[in-house]
């Protein structure tokens, strides 16, 4: 399964809400999808998993979404914090994959 | 405190050999499928192999298939990646992850990773 991220880069002010896309070559086995932010220099942190399910810790602002071919993550209201790259992944079908990334940047 | 700490990572030339290695703390060891993912400087994210708790069952990506071995052992709680017949391509930064979910192993998000454990295959 390949997955394609979109859009590559997002350019938002704090306070907006962003919306990322991921879309899928065939369908997502049980909803398999999970999102990751990752900062430079950092490893990845673990936002969504099961497509909509909030990882601990992980605030209410970050929701996912979807099924099948299209997912898609939403930060309702962006903190400076959360500018970084966000990776969807696939893990119900073998090889797991991970989409190409989208970058948010501040505008 | 989960902590996942990894090592091993260096200059190796092409052809060569690499063995990295990740040390666990923090939660039951064996009851986690664990997962290597690597990082192309400047480049996104790709799963190169999986390991069930009991080791019983492993998956490599066709990238690293048949190059790269993983093996854990619960004893000492470490996660092992065998990496022969390097090349450039494997330069990367690579990171040990666990796998969240008990019951589905391998087939789950990866919910702790560790920093890192950067290799460089170069001449």
């Known amino acids: 399964i390949v997955l394609t991220q979109s859009p590559g880069t997002l350019s938002l002010s704090p306070g907006e809400r962003a919306t990322l896309s991921c879309r899928a070559s065939?369908?997502?086995?049980?909803?398999?999808l999970a999102w990751y932010q990752q900062k430079p220099g950092q490893a990845p942190r673990l936002l969504i998993y099961g497509a909509s399910r909030r990882a601990t810790g992980i605030p209410d602002r970050f929701s996912g979404s979807g099924s099948g071919t299209d997912f898609t993550l939403t930060i309702s209201r962006l903190e400076p914090e959360d500018f970084a790259v966000y990776y969807c992944q696939q893990y119900g079908t073998s090889p797991q994959a991970f989409g190409q990334g989208t970058k948010v940047e501040i505008k | 405190e989960v902590q996942l700490l990894e090592s091993g990572g260096h200059l190796v030339q092409p052809g060569g050999s690499l063995r990295l290695s990740c040390v666990a703390s923090g939660f039951t060891f064996s009851n986690h499928a664990m997962s290597w993912v690597r990082q192309a400087p400047g480049k996104g994210l790709e799963w190169v192999s999986s390991?069930?708790?009991?080791?019983?069952?492993?998956f490599y990506a066709d990238s690293v298939k048949g190059r790269f071995t993983i093996s854990r052992d619960n004893s000492k709680n470490t996660l092992s990646l065998q990496m022969n017949s390097l090349r450039g391509e494997d330069t990367a930064m690579y990171y040990c992850?666990?796998?969240?979910?008990?019951?589905?192993?391998?087939?789950?998000?990866?919910?702790?990773w560790g920093q890192g454990t950067l290799v460089t295959v170069s001449s």
């Open positions: 992850a666990r796998n969240y979910d008990i019951l589905t192993g391998y087939w789950s998000a990866f919910d702790y």
């Open positions: 390991i069930s708790g009991s080791a019983g069952s492993t």
């Open positions: 065939q369908s997502v086995s049980s909803s398999s």
